[in-house]
């Protein structure tokens, strides 16, 4: 005997697929854009909890500095290059209709002589309008970005944000601060570096320092050594030299209790090599503790490998091989200077801070553990 066919709305299955997605309400967004020396990044994120979650973004590596350490200005070609990555952010921000953002330039705008006819060029071609930060700001914005990777039982922190252009470390202190809040402690240094004018329980900034030597102007600084391996020993020794006015470095510090955050490109790259990963993938990544041994046969792996392997292999790639040793020279340098065996990876960083500084400063953020 045939089956009944159901009556009326019975008639037909129910629906199994999930419901479309609900678009986000344009007025709860905020976005971010970072344009640094070498790469163009933007967020756009809505506040969740104690955290955001990211509803669109973009990167792409624009190489604005390019050839700014030989002339002093941004030349032509990396202007275009940049204005075409930045006309498909302002397309993005106005796709999602966001009316809250912070646009920012770095290292590079602060250091070319044409930067501010740079600044009106955006302007005009893209209606976007940026503002180039001061160190200070841009250190500070990477040391709120780590906030949740702080673990509760550190009492000395040190943050090193390894830029294209500069590389900013923050040297905090948290042993006031009771265990449970550490982690926390960290969004409010967003007011400013003043240690000294910190309450008993709040996290004390100890020195901080803006280096003027990234990725792309270390790497400058030293194109015309043509041996591999000696460039890259020039390149540590070189930044070392560059950190000696850094009041924690003269004073010998204790292991326990004293970690190490690195946000960067090459920080994230060191990480994915070691994790032996053929595409990257920022949840193996981000918070993850490297040891000083995993690290050192990481680097030691790119020398064996050369600028032609470094090229072939799928986590570096030709646009980031000669980059990707300057950084890890700085990176080499860094574990060298002070008394810890582990790092922890950050893949966060300008864009993140400037996001948590956005909505904190709009109390939209939710208290508690992020």
């Not at 004073?251 to 990480?271: C, D, H, K, L, P």
């Not at 470094?310 to 980031?320: A, K, L, T, V, Y």
């Amino acid at each position: 005997m045939a089956p009944k066919r159901p009556k009326g709305a019975g008639a037909f299955p129910k629906a199994v697929e999930s419901p479309a997605p609900q678009r986000p309400d344009p007025d709860a967004l905020y976005a971010a854009l970072d344009l640094g020396t070498n790469s163009c990044r933007m967020l756009i994120a809505q506040p969740k909890g104690s955290g955001f979650h990211v509803v669109d973004s973009f990167s792409k590596s624009v190489q604005l500095g390019a050839g700014l350490e030989r002339t002093g200005r941004l030349s032509r070609s990396s202007m275009a290059r940049t204005v075409q990555a930045l006309r498909i952010c302002q397309q993005k921000l106005k796709r999602n209709k966001v009316k809250r953002m912070r646009l920012v330039a770095t290292e590079a705008c602060r250091r070319a002589k044409n930067s501010r006819e740079f600044i009106r060029q955006v302007k005009r071609e893209t209606g976007l309008t940026l503002e180039i930060i001061l160190p200070e700001e841009e250190a500070r914005l990477a040391v709120i970005s780590c906030a949740p990777l702080v673990s509760t039982k550190t009492e000395q922190l040190l943050v090193v944000d390894i830029g294209g252009g500069s590389t900013e470390l923050v040297w905090i202190d948290l042993s006031s601060v009771p265990r449970r809040d550490r982690p926390a402690s960290i969004t409010r240094v967003q007011t400013g570096f003043h240690s000294l004018d910190s309450p008993f329980h709040a996290a004390k900034v100890v020195d901080w320092i803006s280096v003027p030597l990234g990725v792309a102007t270390l790497r400058d600084q030293f194109n015309d050594v043509e041996d591999d391996a000696a460039r890259f020993a020039l390149m540590s020794w070189f930044f070392e030299e560059n950190l000696a006015d850094f009041a924690p470095y003269k004073n010998e510090q204790v292991r326990e209790g004293f970690q190490i955050v690195g946000t960067s490109g090459t920080v994230t790259t060191v990480a994915a090599s070691h994790l032996g990963l053929k595409r990257y993938d920022r949840t193996k990544v981000d918070g993850l503790r490297m040891t000083s041994d995993q690290i050192d046969k990481v680097i030691r792996g790119y020398l064996e490998l050369g600028p032609t392997g470094r090229r072939r292999d799928p986590r570096i790639g030709e646009d980031r091989q000669a980059l990707i040793m300057s950084g890890s020279a700085i990176l080499q340098a860094l574990l060298r200077c002070w008394p810890t065996d582990r790092l922890s990876v950050a893949d966060r960083g300008l864009r993140e801070g400037l996001l948590y500084a956005q909505m904190s400063g709009d109390g939209v953020l939710e208290d508690g553990p992020f």
